[in-house]
């Protein structure tokens, strides 16, 4: 797996440690339902850390061995009561366990899913670990027409940055390319060291209309109780590339 994306937190957290308005609004979530709460995909802490932070107890899980270790790295350096208040295992997404009053999955995470096959299940073992006066809440991209139309492969810009824990100067891109058949969106950060190695961080992100999140979350036993397009609560609109969404069980 030489180009599992998540396989270098450090850069992880230097691609996207800056991002904030999801945190608030699970955290917010979190003290509105009070109960115990688990993280599908807690990677190397971005979300879970600051909500354990804030008072809030939270298991995670992930299959990522790599960001684990961060994880587990980043809570050594808490304070004992926050420490006390995270937990998390290695698993897959339909490893979540336990009657759990609040089930989060944010920041794109289901698109990781090979197909909705895979999502169906993940969401039955989801419903399965929520509460009947639980909540799943999620947020994930829906489609963007315009990526179909850049062609068979579009090269960003070059960014230049320093590596967080070496120092080291690194240029970064993105590639992206959009595999109609399969409905898979490639999404590739290529990262190169002064040297010229090259790590390539690819993504390949399965989307999925609205129509289709809609029904396979009815499917699995969920009504969508509250959506939006952002994080503040925008309405969903034909235009919308995310999806936020509040889902109870029926
Ligand atoms: C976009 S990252 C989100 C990490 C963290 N929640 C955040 O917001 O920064 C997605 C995470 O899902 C994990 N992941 C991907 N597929 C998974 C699967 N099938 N089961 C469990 N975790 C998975 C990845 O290892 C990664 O840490």
Known sequence: MTDHPYRDPYLYDLE????????????DLARRWPGPVVELGCGNGRILL???????????????????ED???????????????????LG???????????????FNALHHLPGPDALSLTLAAIRGALRDDGLLALDCFLPDPSVGTVGPLKRGAVRLDRHPVTGEPLRSWQEEWWDASARVHHVVRVWQRADGREERLHNALRMYDL????????????????????????????????????????
């Open 16 to 27: 996207y440690g800056h991002l904030s308005d999801d945190i608030v609004f699970y955290t």
């Open 50 to 68: 600051p909500m354990a932070r804030a008072g809030v107890t939270v298991h995670g899980l992930d299959s990522s061995a790599h960001m684990l």
């Open 92 to 106: 897959d997404f339909s490893t979540v366990s336990g009657r759990n009053r609040l089930v989060l999955w944010p």
């Open 211 to 250: 129509d289709e999140l809609h029904a396979l979350a009815r499917h699995a036993g969920f009504e969508v109780h509250h959506e939006a397009e952002d994080f503040v609560g925008a309405p969903v609109s034909p235009a919308s590339l995310q999806w936020v969404a509040q889902m109870r069980p029926r």
């Open 71 to 89: 994880l587990a790295a980043k809570v050594r350096g808490e304070a004992a009561d926050v420490q006390s208040r995270i937990s998390w295992h």
